[in-house]
């Protein structure tokens, strides 16, 4: 077993024997199934609404009235719940002094922050893993075209990617956990907010340049079943940049 | 095997460490001694290449702590100030994540493991989460982590703290059996264990090496007389003056509570057997002779609180050598 997977396996380990991760995952879980199931509701009374104004049953677009709004709905929870699982990456080792030990094995920081990144990220595809039940059982009771549901998950693991790697970074930051979360959150806020105030400042070029930095609009295309390379390299983009400050981070830290 | 030149870290404008040198020759064991916040875990800190010195050089095995940190790593089994282990691993689980990431394969792992868990006698603790061991068993973990690779070079910050008597000796014995084959840096402040363990001492204060040699000679170059102390059955009341009168004798102090009077003479004199003869041939009884030596707590307590500005000497070392 090489050295980044030592580390995964650590903390898939550490994952699994604390609470937070079955908080964080039945919450998530949670959320995932009532929202769907609000949104088949709210189809269902529109088909029903349908049938008593035209007479005859409307084929349904499950795509667009189940599963868009929960993928969207979804990113608001990630922005919440991913936080609180990596806040404890680095944050941990460096109030329980096992940081010590990582830093002076033979390992290159490279290794330490991508194991630390791809462990709590195995969580999350874990999780996001879960809610695929959600589109399954529908697939028993109703049709819809599948593709765009995978291009929403691909949207969803990328988003995920993102916000761990930004979590991975405030951990870094700090020893404290609650202060590595609030950090996290705030940032991936304050990233999401600029989508906002790009469509606010509309087609100027400081405008276009918000807009292309929010991670809404690139998510927004690929759960409408959109994939677009310049989508992927952003978040492609956004993943190496923030891993690469968490490394510069935790670099910055041995010359204090 | 180690060698340390002019190695300087300063924190801000805090200085932990000035200008720190010294050398460790291969198999030998050598303890740091100093008071706490003197700069022991600093440079054990930049021995391992944890952080880099603000000034100097550190070179471990031949490579530089700063130019080839992996080749020092990979060499050198580090113990903390607390032991760095997960709570919520086992033991086994620990020792193995640690083996891996020190780049063991699998069967060295296997060797290893058995090896340090056979040595620190943690086999019942084995399967036990370290989040319910005792601070003496997780001390050990700590060591087991440290030996587990068999690095040549150990450095050990503190590794008897929380330990029991016994548990203290048998650290003791495990590093003297290390001796020879590694190379061993410890930090302590427990006098004892210095003299017990180790051939050299470096005694660091203030970020300063004050002093540097072999435990018995340290307290010899500190000798400026040698002690006598003499317990007289009947003296008469004025044995002091009439000891003082003696040839070679410098200062006599009288006990304090009816116990051993205490005798300066010059130094390489040996006064035991003229002053033995005088207190005999006059009849006042003889109980005790004996030289009093230096010990290495009087040596660190001068050289440490020297530096500080202090007077020479404890309380209760003032009464028994007045003249340090």
Known sequence: ?256 | MIEARDMTKRYGDLTAIERVTFTVAKGEVLAFLGPNGAGKTTTMRILTCFMPATEGTALVAGFDCFEQPVEVKRRIGYLPETPPVYQELTVTEYLTFVGRIKGMGTAALRAGLDRVVERLSLGDVRHRLIANLSRGYRQRVGLAQALLHDPPVLILDEPTVGLDPKQIIEIRELIKSLAGSHTVILSTHILPEATAVCQRVVIINAGRIVAEDQPDRLSARLRRSEKLSITVKAPPADLAGRLRALPGVLAVFEPTDGGAFLLECALGRDLRDDIARFIVTNGWGLLELKTVSITLEDVFLHLTQHEAGMETGSGTTETQEPTL
């Open chain 1, 1 to 256: 077993m090489t050295p980044v997977g030592a580390i995964v396996a650590k903390e898939l380990r550490s994952y699994f024997v604390s609470p937070i991760v079955y908080v964080v995952g039945s919450v998530f879980l949670l959320i995932f199934g009532v929202l769907s199931y609000a949104y088949v509701v709210l189809a269902g009374s529109q088909a029903v609404r349908m049938m008593q104004l035209q007479g005859t049953a409307a084929q349904l677009n499950l795509n667009d009235l189940v599963f868009r709004p929960t993928f969207g709905s979804m990113a608001i929870v990630l922005l919440l719940a991913l936080p609180l699982l990596t806040m404890r990456l680095f944050a941990e080792e460096r109030k329980l002094r096992t940081f010590e030990l990582l830093m002076t094995s033979p390992i290159g920081i490279n290794e330490i922050v991508f194991g630390k990144f791809l462990g709590a990220y195995v969580i999350f595809l874990g999780l996001l893993g879960l809610t695929g039940l959600v589109p399954l059982v529908l697939s028993m009771y109703s049709s819809f075209d599948w593709n765009p549901i995978l291009t929403g998950y691909l949207g969803l693991a990328l988003l995920g990617a993102l916000f761990v790697a930004a979590g991975v970074l405030a951990s870094a930051l700090t020893e404290n956990q609650i202060v590595a979360a609030f950090l996290s959150f705030g940032l991936l806020l304050l990233v999401w907010l600029l989508g906002g105030l790009g469509a606010i400042l509309g087609d100027t070029p400081l405008g276009n340049i918000f807009a292309y930095l929010s991670f809404f609009e690139h998510f927004d295309r690929l759960v409408r079943g959109l994939i677009d390379t310049k989508d992927l390299v952003y978040f492609l983009c956004g993943l190496v940049l923030l891993l690469f400050l968490a490394h510069r981070v935790v670099e910055a830290q041995r010359w204090k």
